[in-house]
């Protein structure tokens, strides 16, 4: 038998020493213990996949967060009432002309805000020109109740329309809806939809309805006072309530928001 020379035993020693080594590229023991880490690797990569692939319902529009949009956020309910605020004060220390005054400045400063915010600014708008026909009609009356006549009369005929829509099967609070989150009026057809927008109808016509009763009495009694008072307490917090009734029967009735891109 022939004996291996020095050259083929280190050769035969370095190979065994390769196929023992755990870090040489390429050696069984790397394979085995690369293979679990890749493969829990190649499981975090399926799943994030199928994170981007599954909807996002936290990007989902919200019914609440929808309507609040429509009247310009909570802030924009808050902002509505400064005007109001600052006009009767302004009225009882320096006179009429200068609670105009005040009172449109406010709306026009608000307005400013917004557009440097680059909040939404429709609500803003209409605030602003709503203040401006308010203080019109106070100045032509040379009287500060005169403020609060335009919103008197229209809670007066918003009240009116919204009862008339309950009166024609057309309840307005889903037509509303359905108009600005893209469901049209299938819901129609829908008996339990129909009822609860109904409801959700019917809630709006008292708060304007209250509104109208309520101011109307303090302007026939010259309470200029009392007026802002009961303008500001039924305004928002009954506009909130009105509000969470729709968002419970849009939400009963599962008629979420379409989905924007």
Same mark, same amino acid.
């Given at each position: 038998?022939?004996?291996?020379?020095?050259?083929?035993?280190?050769?035969?020693?370095?190979?065994?020493?390769?196929?023992? &080594?755990?870090?040489?590229?390429? &050696?069984?023991?790397?394979?085995?213990?690369?293979?679990?880490?890749?493969?829990?690797?190649?499981?975090?990569?399926?799943?994030?996949?199928?994170?981007?692939?599954?909807?996002?319902?936290?990007?989902?529009?919200?019914?609440?967060?929808?309507?609040?949009?429509?009247?310009?956020?909570?802030?924009?309910?808050?902002?509505?009432?400064?005007?109001?605020?600052?006009?009767?004060?302004?009225?009882?220390?320096?006179?009429?002309?200068?609670?105009?005054?005040?009172?449109?400045?406010?709306?026009?400063?608000?307005?400013?805000?917004?557009?440097?915010?680059?909040?939404?600014?429709?609500?803003?708008?209409?605030?602003?020109?709503? $203040?401006?026909?308010?203080?019109?009609?106070?100045?032509?009356?040379?009287?500060?109740?005169?403020?609060?006549?335009?919103?008197?009369?229209? &809670?007066?005929?918003?009240?009116?329309?919204?009862?008339?829509?309950?009166?024609?099967?057309?309840?307005?609070?889903?037509?509303?809806?359905?108009?600005?989150?893209?469901?049209?009026?299938?819901?129609? &057809?829908?008996?339990?939809?129909?009822?609860?927008?109904?409801?959700?109808?019917? $809630?709006?016509?008292?708060?304007?309805?209250?509104?109208?009763?309520?101011?109307?009495?303090?302007?026939?009694?010259?309470?200029?006072?009392?007026?802002?008072?009961?303008?500001?307490?039924?305004?928002?917090?009954?506009?909130?309530?009105?509000?969470?009734?729709?968002?419970?029967?849009?939400?009963?009735?599962?008629?979420?928001?379409?989905?924007?891109?």
């Amino acid at each position: 038998m022939s004996t291996p020379s020095n050259d083929e035993g280190a050769l035969v020693a370095d190979n065994e020493r390769r196929a023992v &080594s755990p870090g040489e590229p390429g &050696s069984s023991s790397t394979h085995a213990d690369r293979g679990p880490r890749h493969a829990l690797q190649g499981d975090a990569a399926r799943y994030d996949a199928a994170d981007d692939a599954r909807p996002d319902d936290a990007n989902r529009d919200d019914p609440e967060d929808t309507l609040l949009e429509q009247l310009g956020g909570i802030s924009g309910l808050i902002y509505s009432t400064l005007p109001v605020v600052v006009f009767v004060p302004a009225n009882a220390l320096w006179g009429l002309a200068a609670a105009i005054w005040t009172a449109v400045g406010v709306a026009a400063a608000i307005l400013v805000w917004r557009l440097v915010r680059r909040n939404p600014i429709q609500p803003a708008i209409s605030g602003f020109l709503g $203040v401006g026909v308010c203080a019109f009609i106070a100045y032509r009356m040379g009287a500060a109740k005169g403020f609060f006549l335009f919103g008197i009369w229209a &809670s007066l005929l918003y009240a009116g329309v919204f009862l008339a829509s309950l009166v024609v099967r057309w309840p307005l609070a889903g037509v509303i809806w359905g108009v600005l989150n893209g469901h049209g009026t299938e819901w129609r &057809s829908d008996r339990r939809a129909l009822r609860l927008y109904d409801l959700a109808t019917l $809630v709006w016509v008292l708060v304007f309805g209250a509104r109208y009763l309520v101011q109307s009495h303090f302007y026939n009694d010259n309470s200029t006072g009392l007026l802002a008072i009961t303008r500001i307490a039924m305004g928002w917090p009954l506009t909130a309530v009105a509000l969470l009734v729709t968002v419970w029967a849009v939400r009963r009735a599962g008629h979420a928001p379409v989905e924007r891109d």
